[in-house]
């Protein structure tokens, strides 16, 4: 009976897993999207979303199915309790990822170079910190998803400075309004990325220790 059980845990924690890489995938052609306003790479993406969301209500049925049939306890429901939020957090991720691909296919090659850089920051590390969680999540490894929740930090000084300077760029170029607000738009949401990886992070603590500190949940 356990291994049966041991089974199904370990096919539950993989369809997390592959839903991870899923979402990496979305981001990294979502951004190659933006960076070329590539419209098969955001036709892509916004299939692939389609894909993602069928996969959480997957995931969504596997975590029920175990509790029906297994009634878990200890650390094994903390688990379970974490993958739902965890998927749902990724899920969210690929709405970020098919949203960034959709406000690519109007922005101008002018505006791209614009934000490049700082969007290849964000981007950067958002997508480290999303493996990472995945990886501690896998590994139980505290002390990496502690690392991941404290880069946050790290995506949040680069929003701030780029949300800033576009507001200084508005003022002093108001007829460039549409393509400024939606560079903020791109940049909100690879900020809102490295969000979700820090809920990813905070999940694995709470599977490892029991105990989930005062946080602010995105």
Not at 38 to 52: A, M, P, S, T, Y
Request: glycine share 2%; charged share 35%; aromatic share 6%.
């Amino acid at each position: 009976m356990r291994v049966h059980f041991d089974e199904k845990m370990k096919e539950l924690e993989f369809s997390v897993v592959k839903m991870g890489i899923m979402i990496e995938e979305a981001i990294h052609k979502a951004l190659n999207a933006f960076v070329k306003r590539d419209r098969k790479l955001i036709d892509q993406v916004i299939e692939g979303d389609k894909v993602i969301d069928n996969t959480e209500r997957k995931i969504d049925a596997q975590c029920a199915s175990i509790i029906a049939t297994e009634q878990p306890v200890a650390m094994d429901l903390r688990i379970i309790i974490a993958v739902l939020k965890i998927v749902n957090d990724l899920e969210r991720m690929g709405d970020y990822a098919e949203h960034l691909a959709i406000v690519a296919a109007n922005l101008s090659r002018k505006s791209v170079l614009k934000a490049r850089s700082e969007v290849t920051q964000i981007s950067e590390v958002a997508i480290t910190m999303i493996r990472d969680a995945l990886q501690a999540f896998a590994r139980r490894d505290v002390d990496l998803a502690e690392e991941v929740r404290k880069r946050d930090d790290i995506v949040d000084g680069i929003y701030a400075r780029f949300f800033q300077e576009m507001m200084n760029y508005i003022e002093q170029n108001p007829e460039h309004l549409r393509e400024a607000v939606a560079l903020l738009f791109v940049s909100k949401y690879l900020e809102r990325l490295a969000d979700h990886a820090t809920n990813v992070a905070e999940e694995v603590i709470f599977v490892c220790t029991g105990e989930r500190k005062d946080w602010e949940i995105y």
